[in-house]
């Protein structure tokens, strides 16, 4: 048998017999050894493969081919050429370290494979040659025949042949909240989604409940989780919107700076200036241009946005992140455990004709209640105990939790009620039975299930007062409105037996019931997740419900937290399978909730998203989302209950599974980004004011205003401090308030471009006018004044940027203590230099006289006043009137 053969089948629409004589094997005796290694050989290990591995080196020298570090590299060279050493170093050690953080994220992506493969079951029990044997999962073939019980995970996809009441819990690979009861009969649907086909049972989940007995249908990567690891393997990661820009925007200055060097160079040697001096200049302002702090100030901004995260609950896996979500327009959450709690609660109970959303208290006189109170209470397999709490089904928990709220609490109600037989749940009845003790000749029986299986069995119906006439199509109405509404909807029923029953067939005893009520359960959402999603909605963020639970649970999760409307269309895993690519492009935008959908089209969805030029964030905790989440600009997992191949996956881990951090992830992203468009126009203006002076000096009659080595010290002690403290910078006002940057914006938009031009501009201006004013005075201290009005210039400049709208009198000058800190630190350095004699020579400077020095601290006051002119101008919507 080969691959060929077992591809494409719908092994879930065909009856046992067919499946088994298609695999040849029998049921009883299973495979015979031979056949095992012969398929073996054919369809390899039933295990999860991994691609072949990139070694270390190999990742780390992958990391050198960006453009920017290139031109990192290239200024590095630069810079030990004119003898700046310390310069040199710093960049090296700055591209060295990116590099490593960039290998390492590759070596985490290749983790979430071998997440998977911790998945896989260890050991299995098969039926070989007649005899039941425990062998490795991995050792498993197609057609071998898997025995399960609870506490078993499933070791390769199974068609199941027997089964003894079992369930099976698939959260991790469709989304279910709730274990899914389990069925051997064929079903009738080709293209059932993977939750709906209850014949079948799925490599690396969980059996909760029951036996069962299933043949082997798929194996290693041919299962469904084989080809989620597969999915994992072929998905490329998306560069963040800060690594976009910073790329575009690192081709665009090397271009610029080096055709700006050659004309001075050029323009130098035509007048008659040293060949050696102007190859100086001109490599020295191309080091100074080009802002090689800028990895550091990112990576700083990122480190502490990661450490205020890591406060809040969030773990940031890969440090761009916290910025990414910062620009997101879309966020694709998953509803199991991510926007609800996972797991099952009581939440509304129709009794006499009344609707609840608890049971009255035990001491009530309410004949109904009371009696709904017991049967909830006792009609249970539920295991209770101090020290492992609460354990079984998550829909009985869910009972035998509002019983107890409400003071039924069954060790005290089977003192008076002892349990003396029951009749098991099974799929075709859909229903339970528990009989208790009365007297020392009667009984009382409680039964639970499916609405429609209760109501057929009752006769009568229990009222506040009395026992009346049942209306079961009353009743059906009314729980059909409630899974309408997203519940999972049981009917509870009782009846008193005369006689202590003596035989336990259901024919016999289901009959003639008391119908006592209806209970609504559902996974609620999670108290802070309506917040959370109205302040995504606010902040112009799009969330969108992907899950692989029921459409009708879904919708009532994505109506009550606001993420759907009452009229919102719920598309369904087999209805967008069906929707061609060209049409579902123009309506990914509208569709805001999808049910029952498999790992292939959680992909489809994101990536159609992202063609329509959105940046789309994917939530999730599940086997199932993993792949989603690697696609995704930015994937975020949940920690508690989320699964090892979802953490490996994601870039940022959500510790307390709290949906609401992921607000304040976004609010942490939107400041970092804002700090580092501070720090691009500080830094750039500064160099453009640089630039200016020297190309413009020439032209204006001047000599050449600045010596290679106070080109490099501007460089040094205005990037360094204040450009780094611009990282510590607080959120501004209205920060939520405002929607997403688009992600193919330029990091230049909103003015940033004209604002660079005319205050770089500026400051040249200011600059060659105190040398003008100097040199044509005769004074010796003319270039002293240049380099020093330069320098004062762009801190003046620093400290009117820390808003692109608010006035610094508004923000508060104290509100930013390092920025004010580092400015004090930069002049402080700036005067050591002019007036410490041993740095004279160094520097080629010369001590200033009062006067000189108070206008180079009164020029720089031009520029500060330009710009507060220019936020005003903003604030009032006359310039730049699309800034967000």
Known sequence: MNNDALEGQCWHTRDSEEVLQRL?????????????????????????????????????????RDFMVIVLIVAAVVSGIVGEPRDAIAIVVIVVLNAIVGAIQEYRAERAVAALRRMAAPDAQVCRNGEIQTIPATELAPGDIVLLEAGNVVPADLR???????RIDEAALTGESQAIQKIPEALSENEAPLGDRFNMAYKGTFVSHGRATGVVVATGME?????????????????????????????????????????????GLLRGEEGVLMFLTAVSLAVAAIPE??????????????????????????????????????????????????????????????????????????????RLGQALALCNEVVSDKEQGVRGDPTEVALYQAAHRAGYKRQSLEKKLPRIGDIPFDSERKRM??????????????????????????????????????DRGTLLREAERLAEQGYRVLAMAYRFLENIPTEWAPEILEKDLVFLGLVALIDPPRKEAPRAVADCILAGITPVMITGDHPGTARAIAIRLGIDKEDGLVIKGQDLAQIPAQDFAHQVRQIRTYARVTPEQKIRIVKALQDQGEFVAM?????????????????????????????????????????????????????????????????????????????????????????????????????????????????????????????????????????????????????????????????????????TVLTFCQLAHVLAIRSEKESLFTQGLLSNPWLLGAVAITVALQLAVIYLPFLNPIFRTAPLSMGELALCFALPVVVFVAVEVEKWLVRKGWIYVNYA
């Open 619 to 787: 939530t999730g905790d599940g086997v199932n989302d993993a792949p989603a989440l690697k696609r995704a600009g930015i994937g975020v997992a949940m920690g508690r209950k989320g699964t090892d191949v979802a953490r490996e996956a994601a870039d940022m881990v959500l510790l307390d599974d709290n949906f609401a951090t992921i607000v304040s992830a976004v609010r942490e992203g939107r400041r970092i980004f804002d700090n580092i468009r501070k720090f691009v126009r500080y830094t750039m203006t500064s160099n453009s004011g640089e630039i200016w002076t020297l190309f413009l000096a020439p032209f204006l009659g001047l000599p050449l205003p600045l010596v290679p080595i106070q080109i490099l010290w501007i460089n040094l002690v205005t990037d360094g401090l204040p450009g780094l403290a611009l990282s510590a910078e607080p959120q501004e006002r209205g920060i939520m308030r405002r929607p997403p940057r688009p992600p193919n914006e330029s990091i230049f938009a909103h003015g940033m471009w004209q604002h660079m031009l005319w205050v770089g501009l500026l400051i040249g201006g200011l600059s060659l006018l105190a040398q003008a004013w100097a040199y044509h005075s005769g004074t010796a201290h003319w270039q002293t004044m240049v380099f």
């Open 24 to 64: 040849g094997t029998h049921p009883e005796r299973g495979l015979a050894l031979e056949t095992v290694r012969e398929r073996l050989v054919a369809h390899g290990k039933n295990a999860i493969q991994e691609a072949a591995r990139r070694s270390v080196w190999r990742m780390i020298l992958g990391q050198f």
């Open 433 to 470: 039975m528990t009989v208790h003790r009365v007297s020392e000749r009667e009984a009382i029986a409680f039964i639970k299930g499916a609405p429609e299986k209760i109501l057929s069995r009752c006769s009568r119906m229990q009222m506040a007062d009395e026992i009346t006439v049942v």
């Open 160 to 166: 199941l042949l027997k089964t003894s009441n079992l």
């Open 223 to 267: 299962t469904e989780l084989g080809q989620i690891a597969t999915l994992l393997q072929q998905e490329e990661a998306v560069k963040t919107p800060l690594q976009q820009r910073l790329a575009h925007f690192g081709q665009r200055l090397a271009v610029g700076v080096l055709m700006v060097c050659g004309i001075i160079f050029v323009t």
């Open 293 to 370: 702090a800028l990895p550091a100030v990112v990576t700083v901004s990122l480190a502490m946005g990661a450490r205020k995260m890591s406060r809040r609950n969030a773990l940031i896996r890969r440090l761009p992140a916290v910025e990414t979500l910062g620009s997101v327009t879309y966020i694709c959450t998953d509803k199991t455990g991510t926007l609800t709690e996972n797991r099952m609660t009581a939440e509304g109970f129709w009794v006499a004709g009344e609707y609840q959303s608890e049971i009255p208290p035990m001491a009530s006189e309410s004949p109904p209640w009371n």
